[in-house]
């Protein structure tokens, strides 16, 4: 592992996507399109918007960064730029890290602005800190881009890497607690979302959406995202093959 | 002086074809070696395991002293890819800065490298915008940025202009004088003559090993293309002599 090539790479995945003034635009407008029409959906009822546009305050980061990062790394796996690094002192590790580091700050900027509109402008309540929120926003974000830097290792073109968003990514939502709580499920079906690291998101914003100050669950769930993606990401290295056929 | 590429006995298969056969070579230090064949023959393969990324099934690479693909080569080795492996959603210049970056050398270098392959004009646009031919001269200057000891270059002068292939050629035969190696492949057969040595490759079988003086001499005409010809026939056990355009002639070919 190598400082100056994780941040090198990170360098050179930020400097592409500023290339790339679309792909920024969709990132921080959908997100906010999104929250707004769920904010006139629930004109009438501000406590719903208040449970259901908190928690898809986690859910779009992750699903948009998951997209693009498996989108992204089949490029780098297809161009021929992978093999090419892999023959250069750089190790695979920092190849990731540098992805995780790169889409981190976009999915900060991304959270930033999201939460901003969603606190100020749309008037969503939540009795915890919005600083703390955002955090967890990011922390989906990130998870959603290790669960893609994973899952484009499993797929051999675009067509493929996009259908993994509703294979991977979908389950986690009708599971999480969102459409049915989670201790009203059947009991096979909750051992099933147990097992899902979005069940922990939603529940991480859930507490702060009901709680002044953070508990330990909040607490304890970040830090399983956080180990989600630290798996995901060790997991996405072991799939970067020096060699191959 | 040593040879910077030692094979022996190496067999590659890609599914259950072998596309290398029991291939046994070496490639001279500070030599311009030549890897002649027809398009699919097994070149790039042959490159990919020089290089370390292929996997094989039998046999040894031998390189600068090391196995080949280990650690201590990975700052030794230049690579190029057939198809140009830059990324199109940077400019030039910022190509050859990241993978300058990756051998722990700068701007400066990064910028040498770019105007070694004519690029010095266009460093700023991007390479999604560029012509064919540029975009695999980007990817060359990424590939010689760290000038290292051994050059890999996998058909690095299809699509240029006679003028700028000329340059190429003058160019690898200057980084060989400064005391780098290059395996450089095509399937034109009139770049062969431009080459220290030759290695000539049909359907994963080394047909010659030699210089191209003694290919010549060997096979009886002056001409590199006829010589292949006649080289391919005489070790075809089963000849296929109603089919010598499959072998040897190519519509990319500078007349």
């Known amino acids: 592992?190598?400082?100056?090539?994780?941040?090198?790479?990170?360098?050179?995945?930020?400097?592409?996507?500023?290339?790339?003034?679309?792909?920024?635009?969709?990132?921080?407008?959908?997100?906010?399109?999104?929250?707004?029409?769920?904010?006139?959906?629930?004109?009438?009822?501000?406590?719903?918007?208040?449970?259901?546009?908190?928690?898809?305050?986690?859910?779009?980061?992750?699903?948009?960064?998951?997209?693009?990062?498996?989108?992204?790394?089949?490029?780098?796996?297809?161009?021929?730029?992978?093999?090419?690094?892999?023959?250069?002192?750089?190790?695979?590790?920092?190849?990731?890290?540098?992805?995780?580091?790169?889409?981190?700050?976009?999915?900060?900027?991304?959270?930033?602005?999201?939460?901003?509109?969603?606190?100020?402008?749309?008037?969503?309540?939540?009795?915890?800190?919005?600083?703390?929120?955002?955090?967890?926003?990011?922390?989906?974000?990130?998870?959603?881009?290790?669960?893609?830097?994973?899952?484009?290792?499993?797929?051999?073109?675009?067509?493929?890497?996009?259908?993994?968003?509703?294979?991977?990514?979908?389950?986690?939502?009708?599971?999480?607690?969102?459409?049915?709580?989670?201790?009203?499920?059947?009991?096979?079906?909750?051992?099933?979302?147990?097992?899902?690291?979005?069940?922990?998101?939603?529940?991480?914003?859930?507490?702060?959406?009901?709680?002044?100050?953070?508990?330990?669950?909040?607490?304890?769930d970040l830090a399983i995202i956080v180990g989600c993606v630290l798996v995901a990401l060790l997991l996405g290295a072991a799939t970067l093959r020096r060699r191959t056929a | 002086m040593g040879n910077a590429i030692e094979v022996e006995h190496l067999v590659i298969a890609r599914g259950k074809r072998r596309v290398l056969h029991d291939f046994t070579c070496?490639?001279?230090?500070?030599?311009?070696?030549?890897?002649?064949?027809?398009?699919?023959?097994?070149?790039?393969?042959?490159?990919?395991?020089?290089?370390?990324?292929?996997?094989?099934?039998?046999?040894?690479?031998?390189?600068?002293?090391?196995?080949?693909?280990?650690r201590p080569l990975r700052d030794k080795v230049?690579?190029?890819?057939?198809?140009?492996?830059?990324?199109?959603?940077?400019?030039?210049?910022?190509?050859?800065?990241?993978?300058?970056?990756?051998?722990?050398?700068g701007a400066k270098e990064a910028d040498a490298a770019v105007s070694d392959v004519g690029l010095s004009t266009a460093k700023d646009q991007l390479v999604g915008q560029l012509s064919g031919g540029q975009r695999a001269r980007a990817s060359l200057a990424c590939a010689i940025v760290s000038r290292p000891q051994l050059l890999v270059l996998d058909e690095p002068t299809v699509g240029q202009d006679p003028v700028l292939r000329n340059e190429l050629w003058q160019r690898f035969h200057a980084m060989a004088k400064a005391g780098s190696t290059l395996l450089v492949s095509s399937h034109v057969m009139d770049e062969a003559g431009r080459c220290d040595r030759l290695l000539l490759i049909r359907e994963g079988h080394l047909i010659a090993d030699e210089t191209p003086a003694a290919v010549r001499r060997n096979a009886g005409t002056d001409d590199l293309d006829e010589a292949f010809l006649r080289l391919v026939q005489a070790n075809d056990p089963e000849p296929q002599a109603n089919d010598p355009e499959k072998l040897a002639h190519d519509p990319e070919k500078v007349a």
């Open chain 1, 1 to 220: 592992m190598s400082l100056r090539h994780t941040f090198g790479t990170a360098g050179r995945i930020l400097r592409q996507l500023r290339h790339d003034r679309r792909t920024i635009a969709l990132i921080l407008v959908v997100p906010t399109v999104l929250l707004t029409l769920l904010r006139y959906l629930y004109d009438d009822n501000p406590r719903l918007f208040d449970r259901v546009g908190l928690i898809m305050l986690g859910v779009f980061p992750l699903v948009i960064m998951f997209l693009l990062t498996s989108v992204a790394m089949l490029r780098e796996r297809t161009s021929g730029t992978l093999e090419r690094l892999l023959t250069t002192p750089i190790g695979k590790v920092d190849i990731l890290l540098g992805y995780g580091i790169a889409f981190a700050v976009a999915a900060a900027v991304q959270a930033a602005v999201v939460s901003t509109l969603a606190f100020w402008l749309l008037g969503l309540d939540t009795l915890g800190p919005p600083w703390l929120v955002g955090v967890i926003a990011v922390g989906n974000a990130v998870l959603g881009m290790a669960l893609g830097l994973l899952v484009s290792a499993f797929a051999d073109s675009e067509f493929q890497a996009v259908q993994f968003m509703p294979a991977v990514v979908l389950p986690q939502v009708l599971l999480c607690g969102l459409l049915q709580p989670r201790d009203r499920m059947p009991g096979w079906m909750e051992a099933i979302s147990d097992a899902l690291p979005m069940s922990y998101a939603v529940q991480a914003l859930t507490e702060l959406g009901t709680h002044a100050d953070p508990t330990a669950v909040m607490w304890r």
């Open chain 2, 26 to 70: 070496s490639v001279p230090s500070g030599s311009v070696t030549g890897l002649l064949g027809p398009s699919g023959s097994g070149k790039t393969t042959f490159m990919r395991a020089v290089v370390g990324v292929q996997k094989i099934v039998s046999g040894r690479v031998t390189v600068l002293g090391h196995p080949a693909g280990s």
């Open chain 2, 78 to 105: 230049g690579y190029l890819t057939q198809a140009p492996s830059v990324y199109a959603d940077l400019t030039i210049r910022e190509n050859a800065r990241y993978f300058a970056s990756l051998y722990g050398l």
